[in-house]
């Protein structure tokens, strides 16, 4: 299957429905923004499913186009992006019965689930793997697609600081600056502006956060209660994890969500300095990921859930 075969199927479609996984972070987000400009360029009808679209992302062109439910039944084609597993595709029933499927994604543990599937685990970011995927189709990436596109980057590089960058990153992050895309706006508006409520969050997070196993394992969590406390919105967990793995001498960091009652959400993280792969620990509990970022959604209580975890985490440090 080659970029080709993807060409050929969107020019022959005339109704496409882009969609990307559940708690869409920046590069989901970027992902779908990015490929609704350019199908839109290439004379697509497009519509883009997103549930639970964080606020965060609303200057994004595009982003007021976004659909939670469509009328379309049946497209001509569904493409998914920055998701590995169908399980956690929102937007599924559309992918479903779309007469075409297309993936596209970089995790190694994508589970394939496509028509015609285009993974590349080394890509630091569904996004740049876009990038390079319209430059092949000869479309002109302009400042609008390239702010998407530069949204997905910063977020799944934690701004350019994570070992999966590459010299390309770079490259193609000058380009879109010369482009005009505005790479310091769009840098403070993801990474470095916190809603309150985000804020409210990390506070409790970092309140209860427990260093276990000689200091090697940093744990914390936070149930519905305290995101209805803090009134929190879609995308205030994101970045809590990312706190306990700075702790010098931490090999994972944990940080376990309430989904529904006595089901967690669980982001894993690789602490830094250390080469744990917790995309393998996640993939146990039927989750995956990336060598260093990963997740699960795993039964029980806090303490249950937490158990289960350490249990395999300290197999391996
Ligand atoms: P996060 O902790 O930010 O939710 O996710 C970290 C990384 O792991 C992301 O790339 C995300 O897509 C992936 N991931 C999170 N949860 C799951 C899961 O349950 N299954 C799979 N396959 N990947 C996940
Ligand atoms: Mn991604």
Known sequence: MTLDDILVEIKQAETIVVMAHESPDGDAIGSVLAMNLALKKMGKKVDVIVKEFPRTFDFLPGAKDVKTTSDVETYDLAISLDCADLKRLVGREYFEKAKKTIVIDHHSTNMMYGDLNFVNPVSPACCEILAGMFEYFDIDIDAEIGSCIVTGIITDTGGFKYASVTAETFEFTAELLRKGVNISDIYQRVLETRRKSNFELLRRAMNRLELLENDKIAFTYINKQDEEDVQAEPGDHEGI?????????????????????????????????????????????????????????????????????????????
């Open 241 to 317: 994890v990312e706190n306990g793995r700075s702790i010098e001498g931490v090999k994972v960091s944990v940080f376990i969500r309430e989904k529904e009652e006595n089901l967690y959400k669980v982001s894993m993280r690789t602490g830094n300095g250390s080469n744990i792969n917790v995309s393998d620990i996640c993939y146990i509990f039927g989750g995956g990921g990336h060598p260093r970022a990963a997740g699960a959604t795993v039964a029980g209580t806090v303490e249950q859930v937490k158990e289960k975890l350490i249990k395999e985490i300290k197999k391996v440090i």
